[in-house]
């Protein structure tokens, strides 16, 4: 994947990137909010070695010494001889093993200092006891290197016998000054509030590159039409922009005919036309691997841009489960297929006029061996039927995947079309439905990639859901008044007046 690749990922996947970007933020703020502030108090000693006179080579002698001596110094600052007294003088309320951790010693090299810092999490406690300690310590280095069972001749005193010299301590080769008091420090060293959000803020974007690339990953829908034809085989004879107003105005046609998804329909029938040259189907089914890809809608608005092209069109609602038709133009749903199918009523009987002249067949009442009917002798000889009358006849099937009916349906059409979702149906699924109706031996024409994103839409919408969800509105054609409905189907309406 190079920069461009992951550029796209990203973007497609903003919402993802920028939720994981505010949280990373979020828990470097958080960090910093939730932590005890610690402060750092320093002092610094002085160590020299005490010498005879001022000879240049002694001098440079007890610089050696020092200088040799001041690394191990600087290992025992945090020892027990020295903690537990500074424990008992400020009568801390810790442990002098726990005090040692507090404690760090440093002595840079070449020199004979040794700088001492004492964190704690009130700044005036921190700079008393890095104090004690420097002071501790300075005995406990001078006791230390103090011979052992020397006595050097102190001052005399007076005795009945004259003057007596009195043994003195001896002295310490070394002597441990504070060049440097510790001060109460003003601002705590930690937490780091920059840091801790810069922190959050890297980890977020890293945490943002890798999930998206993750998601990327594991998404297995199609994104872009090639992907879909190299997928199935088959040509993609269109692509149907997203439009969020379609739940309300399934129709392209139906405010404007120069919309992009009106243009996107024509251009379908246009591409339709020429793919079968020699012999032209007469009866194509649409389908769909899931519900809510937009079949019907496909189906419909097909059916219309041939209308308007001037072919004889009928429009067919074979989705006897889920029929929509009927909801998206506004007309009688109760007489249609399935009547026609038991044979309680002729096609002319139950037949329906839409919008520019185009004959509907709604789907009538929902039968309860759909999958049967659809698959059945009467079903054929009706599509001939209609392949008679009509030079198109466009059937709106149920999902290929989740029931079988249009399984038995579509080897009785000319042809099949298949509608897949944009970023919505998985490789998987697509490969499924045409390996379902490849078994069956169904001529498949092509493909519609529907949904679509497009320059003005950041995200996709869903449109003719299927299952317990209500049918498509019928947005500006509202459903007809009595007249009218007497009007488009008037031996329809007798024919139910007469049954009840």
């Excluded at 005399?156 to 510790?182: F, N």
């Excluded at 019907?296 to 219309?304: D, F, I, W």
């Excluded at 897949?420 to 031996?441: C, N």
Aim: include cysteine.
């Amino acid at each position: 994947m190079d920069l461009r690749g992951f550029l796209k990922i990203v973007a497609r996947r903003w919402p993802v990137a920028v939720t994981v970007v505010v949280l990373g933020i979020a828990a470097g703020w958080t960090a910093t909010a939730v932590s005890t502030p610690v402060y750092e108090a320093r002092t610094q000693l002085f160590v020299a070695t005490r010498h005879g006179g001022e000879d240049t080579a002694q001098l440079n002698q007890g610089q050696t010494f020092s200088q040799a001596r001041v690394q191990s110094y600087a290992a025992i600052v945090a020892t027990d001889q020295v903690t537990e007294s500074v424990v008992r003088k400020l009568r801390l309320d810790v442990e002098p093993r726990q005090l040692a951790e507090r404690i760090k010693a440093e002595a840079p090299l070449n020199t004979v200092l040794i700088n001492i810092t004492v964190s704690d999490t009130e700044p005036e406690r921190a700079a008393q006891i890095a104090d004690a300690v420097a002071g501790r310590f300075a005995k406990v280095v001078e006791q230390l290197e103090s011979p052992r069972g020397a006595a050097a001749a102190g001052p005399a005193r007076v005795g009945d016998g004259g003057y007596t010299p009195v043994a003195a301590a001896p002295q310490a080769p070394v002597h441990l000054g504070v060049t440097e008091h510790a001060s109460v420090p003003a601002a705590p060293v930690s937490p780091h509030a920059l840091l801790n959000l810069a922190a959050g803020l890297l980890a977020g974007l890293l945490g943002a590159g890798a999930l998206v690339v993750l998601l990327e990953t594991l998404d297995t829908t199609l994104k872009h039409h090639t992907d879909l034809a190299e997928l199935t085989g088959h040509a993609v004879l269109g692509t149907i922009p997203f439009d969020r107003d379609a739940p309300q105005h399934p129709l392209a046609n139906s405010d404007s005919g120069h919309s992009a998804r009106a243009e996107a329909f024509r251009r379908l029938r246009t591409n339709l036309q020429f793919t079968q040259v020699d012999d032209p189907p007469k009866v194509l089914v649409v389908t769909s691997s899931l519900p809510g890809e937009g079949k019907t809608n496909t189906a419909a608005n097909l059916a219309l841009a041939l209308t308007e092209a001037g072919v004889r069109t009928c429009l067919v609602d074979a989705d006897l489960r889920r029929p929509c038709v009927a909801k998206t133009f506004g007309l009688v749903q109760d007489a249609g297929l399935t009547t026609v199918l038991i044979g309680r009523a002729g096609i002319d009987d139950v037949m329906q006029q839409g919008p520019g002249g185009l004959s509907v067949l709604t789907g009538g009442a929902v039968p309860p061996n759909p999958t049967e009917l659809l698959a059945s002798t009467r079903m054929s000889d009706v599509l001939e039927e209609l392949a008679d009358r009509y030079e198109a006849v466009i059937v709106d099937t149920a999902p290929l995947l989740p029931v079988a009916d249009t399984v038995g349906l579509a080897p009785l059409a000319d042809g099949t079309l298949l509608v897949v979702r944009a970023a919505k149906t998985t490789r998987d699924q697509i490969k499924s439905a045409a390996d379902a109706l490849r078994t069956v031996g169904v001529r498949t024409l092509g493909t519609v990639f529907s949904m679509t994103p497009t320059a003005k839409s950041k995200g996709y919408g869903s449109y003719g859901s299927y299952g317990d969800a209500e049918p498509p509105a019928a947005g500006r054609h509202r459903m007809p008044t009595p007249r009218t409905i007497r009007e488009r189907s008037g031996v329809a309406l007798s024919y139910l007046a007469g049954e009840k």
